[in-house]
């Protein structure tokens, strides 16, 4: 009995042992998974922590751009007074107001322009228009690409303009020592097409000045004052910018014979016009910005603009005779391929040709070549093409005729 009482608890012992063994290995599989899945859920807490902050920062952009749409838009004026911690302002409208500035608006001074509030029209914050509102509305080019060799004749022309505009810009110790003010701007009067515009870009090009082209139709705005504050802008903008050429394009449309009666919109021209006059006068006359004009209708332009010490040098730019058109049709086709081309004869072909005329011809030789599947142009490609230019011109003035 007792042999087979030990063999029982001998049995038992190695029962319980394994019994233990089994335990203690689920055990320790559990502290595994145990880890693995706190592991998980500790990645998922950083993860959800990562998400929260994210959403956090979206829904403050959010928040922030909501109160900044419910804000009130502020109006931009023009100062016209500063009285100690009070200021005179302007609205686009014309409207004036006595208002008070902020503590943190410094250094106001008249005619600056600032934001005001919609109801109380107090100066909130100074800002400049100049670079970005203004100006930039019109075509500025800091380096034009044309030059003298793109210009064929206009030598007497090519002389004047350089005498005024690029020998004060590149040699003012000149002036100095003679003792002579060079001439403010230039005005350059001609009919259309004859290279008014490119003789501003070479001038401007030879000085590496900047260049501020300026349509004059464009001057004229709708509101009172804004075309005069626009004046005043590019007027700035150059000499902020100098070295620099403002190029007023169609300058009669701005510069017309004055009439003591007219419309409200008359007035505003007058008024741009009279701001134009000033900024003239106030040139220095050696600064670094020259004025140049353009107008195709000389007779209808106010004495006030061409009167000496504002544009008071004219130079006309008129069709060229043979030997002018023989060098502009010399300009145009050097990058051509031509094949038996006499250009002699074609310029005889040519008679009162505008320089853009020339051009034009140029341009639908080269289509006739195009549509005959040639790579080259010849006599009768540009025979055929004035042709075709001289009926559309002739078409165009018979429109403007009635």
């Known amino acids: 009995m007792n042999g087979e009482t030990d063999k029982k608890t001998v049995y038992s012992e190695e029962y319980n042992l394994k019994d233990h063994d089994e335990q203690t290995k689920k055990m320790a599989e559990n502290i595994v998974r145990l880890e693995e899945e706190n592991q998980l859920i500790q990645g998922t807490i950083a993860r959800l922590q990562e998400e929260g902050a994210m959403l956090r920062e979206l829904f ?16 931009v004026s023009e100062v016209c007074n500063v009285m100690g ?9 014309g409207n004036k107001f006595y208002c008070n500035i902020s503590h943190d608006v410094k250094g106001l001074k008249s005619g600056d322009s600032v934001l005001v509030e919609q109801k109380s029209l107090n100066v909130v914050e100074k800002i400049n228009l100049t670079q970005n509102f203004d100006v930039e509305k019109f075509v500025i080019i800091d380096k034009p690409h044309e030059n003298w060799k793109d210009i064929g004749g206009l030598k007497d022309e090519m002389r004047e303009i350089r005498e005024v505009i690029e020998l004060p810009l590149k040699k003012p110790q000149l002036f100095k020592k003679i003792g002579i003010q060079p001439p403010k701007g230039v005005l350059l009067f001609g009919p259309p097409g004859t290279g008014k515009t490119l003789l501003a870009k070479a001038v401007a090009n030879s000085t590496k000045a900047m260049f501020i082209e300026v349509v004059g139709s464009e001057l004229v705005q709708k509101f009172i004052g804004e075309g005069a504050k626009l004046v005043k802008d590019i007027f700035d903008y150059a000499r902020k910018n100098a070295p620099a050429i403002v190029f007023i394009d169609e300058i009669d449309a701005l510069a017309a014979m004055r009439m003591e009666t007219g419309t409200s919109g008359e007035r505003e021209v007058n008024r741009t016009f009279m701001q134009l006059l000033a900024e003239l006068d106030g040139f220095d006359s050696l600064g670094d910005v020259k004025v140049v004009a353009a107008t195709n209708r000389l007779d209808i332009l106010d004495q006030a603009i061409i009167r000496p010490g504002r544009l008071d040098r004219l130079i006309e730019v008129n069709l060229q005779n043979e030997d002018g058109r023989l060098e502009i049709l010399k300009v145009h086709t050097k990058g051509m391929s031509l094949k038996n081309i006499k250009l002699n004869e074609l310029v005889l072909e040519m008679e009162n040709f505008s320089g853009a005329e020339i051009k034009a011809v140029c341009t639908e030789a080269g289509y006739f070549a195009i549509r005959n599947n040639r790579e080259y142009v010849t ?5 055929a093409a004035i042709e075709k230019v001289r009926i559309e011109e002739e078409e165009d003035e018979s429109m403007i005729l009635g």
């Open 85 to 93: 911690k009070n200021a005179i302002i302007k609205l686009p409208n």
């Open 60 to 75: 403050d952009k959010a928040s922030n751009e909501l109160n900044n749409l419910k804000k009130p838009a502020l109006l």
């Open 379 to 383: 006599q009768e490609d540009f025979l």
